[in-house]
């Protein structure tokens, strides 16, 4: 069974650099709901981070939401979660929510966002690039450049590209899509990361201001156990063996560094820290930088 609620906004400051997550909806599900694997006890041999994670039944949450990044002069928002009224979307069809509007109340209004990234071209990553209005799909971003990978734009337009008409066809229409390189510099501070295999031009996105770093994971991992088990591949992977070497070199990169790795899917407390123990296994530590 699929339960949906909504959460709270988190802020994180990175140096300069503010980071909000703006939450739409949290779903609890099976394991194998997200995860390829058969194994019902992994999430119990893995009581950390904490209980928002994994669910004495087996159970987990994840959470969708998107991100602001905002570097005093430019305002970026990082994936665009599943939006509203679209009937044909896996599990969570005709949502109804007030996620435009709590963007709005937190100083963001639509017209205010210059960047949209788009970590990958999921449903759930996109819904909100567009809004229904008397009837038409419009972009909900009418000013920002909507940053697509040009592998992960390729990958779905050879597949037809039937997915992308409601949400991706409006924005193509008006101009406002950008084909970018994987390790595309979004602006100072601010730089895509490849990370395929979950889908083929899949990245991450790296913040840095001062000394100061934060990478926020698109969806190279769903649950903070795959950080430790890397090669348990998440259900909607084109590649697995792909995104589990993607895993892995995310872990090699980040562990120990001090980086705020923000996960996409995460609940609350959403932001933690790789840290290696005394027997070289990683976990996952929630940090409290607000």
């Not at 209980?51 to 005093?72: C, E, N, Q, R, W």
């Not at 992960?152 to 997915?163: F, I, Q, R």
């Not at 100072?188 to 031009?201: C, I, Q, Y």
């Not at 790795?261 to 407390?269: C, L, M």
Request: with cysteine; net charge negative; glycine share 8%.
């Amino acid at each position: 069974m699929i339960e949906v609620e909504v959460r709270m906004v988190a802020t994180w400051h990175i140096g300069t650099t503010t980071v909000h997550k703006v939450p739409e909806a949290e779903v609890t599900a099976s394991l194998t709901a997200a995860l390829r694997t058969d194994d019902t006890a992994l999430l119990k041999r893995y009581p950390w981070p904490g209980p928002g994670y994994s669910k004495a039944d087996g159970s987990f949450v994840i959470s969708i939401h998107a991100l602001v990044v905002d570097t005093g002069p430019r305002r970026i928002l990082v994936d665009t979660c599943v939006g509203n009224a679209r009937p044909s979307v896996p599990m969570l069809p005709m949502l109804d929510t007030t996620w435009l509007e709590d963007l709005i109340a937190l100083g963001y209004p639509p017209e205010s966002i210059d960047t949209v990234v788009c970590t990958h071209l999921h449903f759930d990553h996109i819904g909100w690039n567009t809004r229904l209005v008397e009837g038409k799909w419009v972009p909900t971003f009418p000013r920002a450049r909507h940053l697509v990978p040009r592998a992960e734009w390729s990958h779905w337009t050879d597949l037809g590209g039937a997915d992308l008409r409601d949400t991706m066809q409006p924005l193509v229409d008006e101009g406002l899509v950008d084909l970018v390189e994987t390790d595309h510099r979004v602006c100072d501070g601010v730089r895509l990361e490849a990370a395929p295999g979950h889908t083929p031009g899949h990245v991450a996105v790296v913040v840095e201001s001062g000394e100061e770093r934060a990478v926020i994971t698109g969806d190279l991992v769903h649950h903070p156990v795959q950080f430790i088990e890397p090669d348990v591949p998440s259900l909607a992977d084109t590649d697995a063996t792909l995104a589990a070497a993607t895993r892995r070199a995310f872990v090699e990169r980040y562990a120990d560094t001090g980086t705020l790795v923000i996960g996409t899917h995460f609940p609350a407390p959403t932001a933690g820290l790789l840290r290696r123990g005394g027997d070289g296994t990683v976990r996952f530590v929630a940090d409290g930088r607000y």
